[in-house]
T-cell receptor, first 114, second 113 residues
Framework: ETGVTQSPTHLIKTRGQQVTLRCSSQSGHNTVSWYQQALGQGPQFIFQ???????GRGNFPPRFSGLQFPNYSSELNVNALELDDSALYLCASSSGQFSYNEQFFGPGTRLTVL | AQSVTQLGSHVSVSEGALVLLRCNYS??????LFWYVQYPNQGLQLLLKYTTGATLVKGINGFEAEFKKSETSFHLTKPSAHMSDAAEYFC???????????FGRGTSLIVHP
């Protein structure tokens, strides 16, 4: 059974650019959640996708957008990058949309915005 | 909105000593409660969770936590620390029926030989 994978591992962008991060969910999981983890902080919920539909969103602006594909893999897109977007971006997959379903996290993508 | 407080950004213990990591939440209605561990350069791993039923929850790696409604707490304990327990620990809380967990700021556990 393959776990949650994310690509790329590290990424460096400049302010104003756009970035796409990718996540492959664990086999059998239909839900993907994305989190932003700033240095020294806990993860902050960005949004969740359940069966290809956005199913909940945290306090993030619309320039954070996402997509879930029929195979339940997912993308996180961030437009007009700002310096404060520098963080570790984590995705987690689960077998259901509710928070009591165990989430399995990927290793994250470290984004640096210069 | 839920909030969660983890007391102490760093906790230092000797190998073999008791580990106690504190977590308090804000809701007046019992939420779902979680503890996660994060090793360097890795994602989070669920240690244990409380959703309903027995208030003492046993997790992986010898950790356990007790839900105390009167104290709005969910502290994590382990009787005897191992060097391999050194990591960042996060408490998370979620309203029942919600999709969205709220994480605390984390506690770094340091284990001395």
């Amino acid at each position: 059974e393959t776990g949650v994978t994310q690509s790329p591992t590290h990424l460096i962008k400049t302010r104003g650019q756009q970035v796409t991060l990718r996540c492959s969910s664990q086999s059998g999981h239909n839900t993907v959640s994305w989190y932003q983890q700033a240095l020294g902080q806990g993860p902050q919920f960005i949004f969740q996708y359940y069966r290809e539909e956005e199913n909940g969103r945290g306090n993030f602006p619309p320039r954070f957008s996402g997509l879930q594909f029929p195979n339940y893999s997912s993308e996180l897109n961030v437009n007009a990058l700002e310096l404060d977007d520098s963080a570790l971006y984590l995705c987690a997959s689960s077998s259901g949309q509710f928070s009591y379903n165990e989430q399995f996290f990927g290793p994250g993508t470290r984004l640096t915005v210069l | 909105a839920q909030s969660v407080t983890q007391l102490g950004s760093h906790v230092s213990v000797s190998e073999g000593a008791l580990v106690l990591l504190r977590c308090n939440y804000s809701s007046s209605v019992p939420p779902y409660l979680f503890w996660y561990v994060q090793y360097p350069n890795q994602g989070l791993q669920l240690l244990l969770k409380y959703t309903t039923g027995a208030t003492l929850v046993k997790g992986i790696n010898g950790f356990e936590a007790e839900f105390k409604k009167s104290e709005t707490s969910f502290h994590l304990t382990k009787p005897s620390a191992h060097m391999s327990d050194a990591a960042e620990y996060f408490c998370a809380v979620s309203d029942r029926g919600s999709y969205i967990p709220t994480f605390g700021r984390g506690t770094s556990l340091i284990v001395h030989p």
